[in-house]
């Protein structure tokens, strides 16, 4: 078991990042950019990036590793 949540760790920060890494990206669109309507395909890619992340938050809160019992 500590396998799998190593690996949903691994997913949650991957996720994390990515929505960093998007909302920044959405952010640099729309200081240097006259079609200032670009930025949204990055904000929404980072709405769902956040999304997974708080899923799979909320998979390891329901059945946390120091609650399981063999």
Do not use: N
Not at 49 to 65: G, H, K, M, S
């Amino acid at each position: 078991m500590g396998l799998a949540y190593f690996f949903l760790f691994i997913m949650i920060l991957g996720a994390t990042g990515a929505t960093v890494a998007l909302l920044v990206l959405a952010w640099i669109i729309w200081k240097k950019s006259r079609f200032k309507i670009f930025s949204v395909i990055p904000v929404l890619l980072a709405v769902t990036c956040a999304v997974a992340a708080f899923y799979l938050l909320e998979i390891v809160w329901r059945e946390p590793p120091w609650g399981f019992h063999f």
